[in-house]
């Protein structure tokens, strides 16, 4: 039988999903009407029949349209990417960025741009995946304690930093159209992006968000702690090493096709867990695709519309953002690590 507290719980739940939801639609909407040129409501309405000015139609169609599409994609497996890997590791703070998956992606994007690599679009986020799960497993052997957040974020923090010096070296050899493509690369930016790369993170997403979204039972169970875990029959080495490789082919799909876009992985879990008020996987997984979809692209039409004309890099309002919000969390992870000695 269910209980009053219960049906209140299924109510938020189901409001939060919904508000969700709403809150993507009114962005993309925006998104797409804001410009530049401005579109009417009723303008855009004709475009998506078919009429409309042919210029407004075609900025709409060809440019507005598969950014919005990308930026929702690439949100919503970041926040999965995310909850995955804190989950996984029973850390908060957990993240691709301080895990060093996002460098060794990066690392790998930028050998390939930089050396002019005769290597098929298509294979750039297989090779991206490569070189971040083995940034992300050097950093885990290294920290051996996966519940000790200040030693991962050193360790991660130490990997990026020689990561990103090989990048500089590689630098020197590319010429000035390389430096300029790279640096839009290294901040996150979402800019100029077609339907062609849309075309080649949609298979990412098709597998690896149903994929994410069935690990929420494993998770559960992995945030009991192994020796509970392995009591109650899951297989803890194969179910961590699983999430752990979806978690980082979300991230390398992404950092294949858009940058490094930092802390929508890092952000979307916690606020998750906070408005659900529950850290239930189960629960925290879909919400937490909502949000990074929804952060992501509100945030790329910030960085589109705030200096207009000049469109920013969506990775620097992101970065802006989560930077001090990554430093309240390790001073919270601190100051419990004090209260508990």
Same mark, same amino acid.
Do not use: K
């Given at each position: 039988m269910t209980t009053p507290a219960a049906r209140i719980n299924r109510l938020r739940i189901a409001f939060l999903m919904l508000? @969700?939801?709403? @809150?993507?639609?009114?962005?993309?909407?925006a998104f797409l009407m804001l410009g530049p040129p401005v579109v009417s409501p009723h303008e855009l309405i004709a475009i998506a029949r078919g009429g409309g000015s042919s210029f407004n139609r075609i900025v709409v169609i060809q440019l507005w349209l598969p950014r919005l599409v990308l930026g929702l994609l690439a949100g919503a497996m970041l926040g999965l990417s995310g909850t995955l890997l804190q989950d996984t590791m029973r850390n908060p703070i957990a993240g691709p960025e301080l895990l060093g998956v996002t460098s060794g992606a990066t690392f790998v994007v930028a050998v390939i741009t930089l050396l002019h690599l005769p290597v098929d679009l298509t294979l750039v986020p297989w090779l991206a995946l490569a070189?971040?799960?083995?940034?992300?497993?050097?950093?885990? =052997?290294?920290?051996?304690? *996966?519940? !000790?957040? *200040?030693?991962?974020? /050193? %360790?991660?923090?130490?990997?990026?930093? /020689? =990561?990103?010096?090989? *990048?500089?070296?590689?630098?020197?050899?590319?010429?000035?159209? !390389?430096?300029?493509?790279?640096?839009?690369?290294?901040?996150?930016?979402?800019?100029?992006? %077609?339907?062609?790369?849309?075309?080649?993170? =949609?298979?990412?997403? *098709?597998?690896?968000?149903?994929?994410?979204?069935?690990? @929420?039972?494993?998770l559960n169970l992995l945030q009991l702690g192994d020796d509970v875990a392995g009591g109650l029959g899951l297989p803890v080495g194969r179910v961590r090493l699983l999430t752990l490789t979806i978690g980082a082919a979300l991230v390398a799909a992404v950092v294949a096709i858009a940058g490094p876009i930092s802390f929508i992985a890092l952000l979307a879990p916690h606020l998750a867990r906070r408005l659900l008020r529950t850290s239930d996987s189960r629960q925290v997984l879909p919400l937490s695709a909502l949000l990074g979809a929804l952060l992501l692209t509100a945030a790329d039409l910030l960085a589109r519309r705030a200096f207009a004309p000049l469109d920013l890099p969506v990775g620097v309002f992101t970065t802006v953002i989560g930077g001090p919000i990554l430093l309240l969390l390790l001073r919270r992870q601190l100051g419990a690590r004090a209260a508990a000695t």
């Open positions: 508000a @969700g939801v709403v @809150g993507i639609v009114v962005v993309a909407l070189g971040g799960v083995a940034a992300g497993t050097l950093v885990v =052997l290294s920290v051996g304690r *996966i519940s !000790d957040p *200040i030693r991962l974020v /050193l %360790t991660g923090a130490a990997l990026a930093a /020689l =990561l990103n010096a090989g *990048i500089f070296v590689l630098i020197s050899y590319g010429n000035t159209n !390389d430096i300029a493509l790279l640096f839009l690369f290294l901040v996150g930016s979402l800019a100029n992006r %077609t339907w062609n790369y849309v075309t080649m993170v =949609l298979p990412w997403a *098709i597998v690896g968000i149903p994929a994410a979204l069935l690990c @929420g039972r494993a």
